[in-house]
């Protein structure tokens, strides 16, 4: 029993540690919040970062989390509703 903790403590040393992910604003995100309640229209003019996703409402997306992704949701007007990273 004495070599028990010693041992367990040895094991966890070993294990993989959990990725430390960047920050919540990763992808520059805020850098577009003005975009929240414009025309979908408007993202037409515009250059985005890659990598970058449109969702509109029903769509179906991965559930892969890069935070370097841009995502910009849409409502059912066609609006912008949220931009976020993910």
């Given at each position: 029993?004495?070599?028990?903790?010693?041992a367990?403590i040895?094991?966890?040393?070993?294990?993989?540690?959990p990725?430390v992910?960047?920050?919540?604003?990763?992808?520059?995100a805020?850098?577009?919040?003005?975009?929240?309640?414009?025309s979908?229209?408007?993202?037409?003019?515009?250059?985005?970062?890659?990598?970058?996703?449109?969702i509109e409402?029903?769509?179906?997306?991965?559930?892969?989390y890069?935070p370097?992704?841009l995502?910009?949701?849409l409502d059912?007007?066609?609006?912008?509703?949220r931009?976020?990273?993910?």
């Open positions: 029993m004495r070599f028990a903790l010693p367990f040895a094991l966890t040393a070993c294990m993989p540690q990725v992910e960047p920050g919540e604003d990763a992808c520059g805020s850098g577009y919040a003005a975009l929240i309640g414009q979908k229209d408007v993202l037409a003019a515009m250059t985005f970062p890659a990598p970058m996703r449109v409402p029903g769509s179906a997306i991965t559930m892969d890069n370097e992704r995502n910009i949701d059912e007007s066609g609006n912008v509703a931009v976020w990273c993910g």
